[in-house]
T-cell receptor, first 116, second 111 residues
Framework: GAVVSQHPSWVICKSGTSVKIECRSL??????MFWYRQFPKQSLMLMAT?????????EQGVEKDKFLINHASLTLSTLTVTSAHPEDSSFYIC????????????FGQGTRLTVV | AQRVTQPEKLLSVFKGAPVELKCNYS??????LFWYVQYSRQRLQLLLR??SRESIKGFTADLNKGETSFHLKKPFAQEEDSAMYYC?????????????FGSGTRLSIRP
């Protein structure tokens, strides 16, 4: 299967700062990328869907000014958590898909964000 | 509203026993359903999807539209099956369609 890589795997930041998480498709061109948030022992909650070259579509209740998503190329999407607060601490997972893979999506290893 | 329900947070069975992980969905359109597995310290990976109707690692799942279910089954559990299993629903048939997940079931196989 195709490989999706997230960076960093974990990050600790101070409250009020911004942090960027990268999601790269290493061996395919991802036309669509998904960003999920996972709280401890809970499911993956879809935050937004982004298609290359267009604005991300956010799920209801997700603040687009808080969670900035950029999908500038077919191999890279970024999620920036702006003015992070402790309640933003979570596990963030990206997924990627492309027409060549039918409807299968491939997922990164996740990024654990801790805001102190 | 679209929803995926996995009623069991934890399922523990003995090695060699049958396994059934339950999944029910709610969706007004034509569903595309998947099972994803996450082994310890690894990423989510696709286990199987309903449209391919295949058996992977001995697991099968049949879509029952009448009961809106997509339960995952395996006749004889193995220790290496211990993992977190997520049922997922794709809202459309394109690679750009959203995927929503159930809350997951942790499968623990006892030796």
């Amino acid at each position: 299967g195709a490989v999706v890589s997230q960076h960093p795997s974990w990050v600790i930041c101070k409250s009020g700062t911004s942090v960027k998480i990268e999601c790269r498709s290493l061996d395919f061109q991802a036309t669509t990328m998904f960003w999920y948030r996972q709280f401890p022992k809970q499911s993956l909650m879809l935050m937004a869907t982004s298609n290359e070259g267009s604005k991300a579509t956010y799920e209801q209740g997700v603040e687009k000014d808080k969670f900035l998503i950029n999908h500038a190329s077919l191999t890279l999407s970024t999620l920036t958590v702006t003015s992070a607060h402790p309640e933003d601490s979570s596990f963030y997972i990206c997924g990627a898909g492309a027409p060549g893979f039918d409807t299968e999506a491939f997922f990164g290893q996740g990024t654990r964000l801790t805001v102190v | 509203a679209q929803r995926v329900t996995q009623p069991e947070k934890l399922l523990s069975v003995f090695k060699g026993a049958p396994v059934e992980l339950k999944c029910n969905y709610s969706y007004s359109g034509s569903p595309e359903l998947f099972w994803y597995v996450q082994y310890s310290r690894q990423r989510l990976q696709l286990l199987l999807r309903h449209i391919s109707r295949e058996s992977i690692k001995g697991f099968t799942a049949d879509l029952n539209k009448g009961e809106t279910s997509f339960h995952l089954k395996k006749p004889f559990a193995q220790e290496e099956d211990s993992a977190m299993y997520y049922c997922a629903l794709r809202l459309g048939y394109s690679s750009a369609s959203k995927i929503i997940f159930g809350s997951g079931t942790r499968l623990s196989i006892r030796p």
